[in-house]
């Protein structure tokens, strides 16, 4: 083929657009990457395990969220805060903390120096003071609630030390009434065929340096809660400052009852 010879005219229109291709692919401004969604991480308390969840977690990895939901071991105050400490240790990025019933003990302590967790989440949940046991926070607020020596059977275990030590369910014939009393029987009989028992100590045993004096924190009341009880469960909301919400109607499961109102609470949180 031969040589193709431009006029002086056309060599400077070709010229010119090439400088203004390249002018703006320089200059065109770059994709934003779309925004890290936080991990939420959801930790279960007493006489429940992971699958107390299912709803919540169904619903947050449908919008989008990784999630993680650590068994808890309920052994204890120290040593679970611990474990929990390890597992938030092993997520990057940011987190948010969600703890039910008892495990709002152990997101109190185990959030605490982290800079990942970005806010705290507790469903009808213990949010102490350090020092302070989850027996004692049972009173705030003029109490209420009906966990307590005459609705526990205990069980003896051997403890990690050798000590022979006990470990609590909530009797099963209480178990409906306290602890679900707006699930059906059926599978309100289930759960409290498959409870998991936590020491006894865990409820006598003192929180560490609370997390939420520096996390920002949410609070979700169980409106009918007999387990801990709503009156508590307000008065630990209003002292942490937190921003709060009421499950009208809800038992102590209110993540099992309503996981749709739980699931938006908590996606309030992370966003």
Partial sequence: MPPLHLSRRARWIVTSLVLALAIGATS?????????????VLVHGAFADASSWNGVTERLQHDGY????????????????????AVLASIKG????????YAGMLITNAATGNPNVKALVYIAAYAPEQGETATALNQLGGGGGLIGPATLDLHPFPAADGTQQQEATIEV?????IFCADLPSKQAAVMAAEQRPAALAAFS?????????????????AGNDLAIGA?????????IGAVTTTAK?????????????????VERAAQ
């Fill in 94 to 101: 940011p987190i948010v903390l969600v703890g039910h019933s």
């Fill in 231 to 239: 009156k508590p469960e307000r008065a630990m909301a209003k002292r």
């Fill in 66 to 85: 990784p999630v993680v939901a650590p068994a808890n071991p309920l052994r204890g105050v120290a040593s679970d805060s611990a474990y929990l400490r």
């Fill in 205 to 221: 045993e003192p929180a560490g340096p609370p997390a939420w004096k520096t996390i920002k924190s949410y609070y979700m009341v």
């Fill in 249 to 265: 109607g809800a038992s102590h499961v209110v993540m099992v009852s309503q996981p749709a109102f739980t699931t938006k609470f």
């Fill in 28 to 40: 065109a401004p770059a994709a934003s990457p779309q925004a890290t969604k936080p991990t939420i």
């Fill in 173 to 177: 014939s209480q178990f409906h009434r």
